[in-house]
Nanobody
Framework: QVQLVESGGGLVQPGGSLRLSCACS????????MGWYRQAPRNQREFVALITNSGSTNYADAVKGRFTISRDNAKNTVYLQMNSLKPEDTAVYYC??????????WGQGTQVTVSS
């Protein structure tokens, strides 16, 4: 059974930092592009960042220069380092594995709240 488990969310003040982690099942991780998405209340889920299994990255314009996605293949884990956080970054953040460019698997989400 494929599992993705996010962690690292929480409450942070504007300008602060958080690092999200997503532990993925070994069976699919090496053949998956890994992504982070987020969903704020009353909004649709939106793309945040992506890293391919070869290490290429892509970011939404709203987070470029502030967020960094990375992966540790030895630990089957993908990270999202979030710096200079803004209130508008408040959302539930989801991890997604796109396995062999065909099958999507999602984590359960972790809440990030940016507020003073």
């Amino acid at each position: 059974q494929v599992q993705l488990v996010e962690s690292g969310g929480g409450l942070v003040q504007p300008g602060g930092s958080l690092r999200l982690s997503c532990a993925c099942s070994r069976s699919i991780f090496d053949d998956s592009a890994m992504g982070w998405y987020r969903q704020a209340p009353r909004n649709q889920r939106e793309f945040v960042a992506l890293i391919t299994n070869s290490g290429s990255t892509n970011y939404a314009d709203a987070v470029k220069g502030r967020f960094t996605i990375s992966r540790d293949n030895a630990k089957n884990t993908v990270y999202l380092q979030m710096n200079s956080l803004k209130p508008e970054d408040t959302a539930v953040y989801y991890c997604k594995a796109k396995y062999r460019n065909a099958f999507n698997y999602w984590g359960q989400g972790t809440q990030v709240t940016v507020s003073s």
